[in-house]
Nanobody, 124 residues
C-alpha cells in the first residue's frame, strides 16, 4: 500500500511559478510510477504528467508541455511538479496518484492510490 500527501498549492498571478510535492509512505515507492492529475470546477479530472519509478522517464499533457517539469527523489519518497508560466486555465485541484503496473498510463482509472489534492489558483 502507498499513501500519498500533496502540498505546495496556493494562489499566484499568471506567469508565476509553483512547486507541488507529493510525499509517499511505503518502502517500495520506487516501484511505482506516479502521475499528476488535475480537476477544475465543473470539469472532469485530466492527466497532467507522469514519471517512471526510477525517474528516468516523464510524459506530459500537451497543455503543460514545456511549462511543467516532473521529478522525483526516491530517497525522500517524494515526487515534485514544478509549474512555470502559469495560466488562469491551470487553476484546479491537483492530485498525485501511483500505480505499480507500468509507466505512461494516462487514465485516472488506471491508478490505484491517490492523494487528497491541493488547490492551485492562478489569477489573471
Amino acid at each position: 500500500q502507498v499513501q500519498l500527501v500533496e502540498s505546495g498549492g496556493g494562489s499566484v498571478q499568471a506567469g508565476g511559478s509553483l512547486r507541488l510535492s507529493c510525499a509517499a509512505s511505503g518502502r517500495t515507492f520506487s516501484s511505482y510510477a506516479v502521475g499528476w492529475f488535475r480537476q477544475a470546477p465543473g470539469k472532469e479530472r485530466e492527466f497532467v504528467a507522469v514519471i517512471s519509478g526510477a525517474g528516468g522517464l516523464t510524459s506530459y499533457a500537451d497543455s503543460v508541455k514545456g511549462r511543467f517539469t516532473m521529478s522525483r527523489d526516491n530517497a525522500k519518497n517524494t515526487v515534485y511538479l514544478q509549474m512555470s508560466s502559469l495560466k488562469p486555465e491551470d487553476t484546479a485541484v491537483y492530485y498525485c496518484a501511483a500505480n505499480d503496473r507500468r509507466f505512461g498510463l494516462r487514465g485516472d482509472n488506471e491508478y490505484d492510490y491517490w492523494g487528497q489534492g491541493t488547490q492551485v489558483t492562478i489569477s489573471s
